[in-house]
């Protein structure tokens, strides 16, 4: 399986934005849900948001709520994340990851993206 290839990642203070890109090729990209996890120092990768297929339904978990977006272009087989807002809490290594569930990746990672909140 193709590794997603995550960018976009870097210093930000608090209160800026950052988006992130993730290339996910493959002929069944339009097919699946996709997602965006975290994993900050010392601690387990954690979901951040999903999108449908469609790019119709999006969720997110609650600390980042009305400040991210995700969103996905199916023609290019790309899916960002719009952070605003940001908060030092939101410091780890984003990736993104096609989904096998609610909440669930498939476990193929590719390398991340940092991204640092300085306060």
């Known amino acids: 399986q193709v590794q997603p290839v995550e960018s976009g990642g870097g210093l930000v203070q608090a209160g800026g934005s950052l988006r992130l890109s993730c290339v996910a090729s493959?002929?069944?990209?339009?097919?699946?849900?996709w997602g965006w996890f975290r994993q900050a120092p010392g601690k387990e990768r954690d979901f951040v948001a999903d999108i449908s297929s469609s790019g119709g339904i999006t969720s997110y978990v609650d600390s980042v709520k009305g400040r991210f977006t995700i969103s996905r272009d199916n023609a290019k087989g790309m899916v960002y994340l719009q952070m605003n807002s940001l908060k030092p809490e939101d410091t780890a290594v984003y990736y993104c990851a096609r989904m096998a569930g609610k909440g669930i990746p498939v476990p193929s990672w590719g390398q991340g993206t940092q991204v640092t909140v300085s306060s």
């Open positions: 493959g002929r069944t990209f339009s097919s699946y849900y």
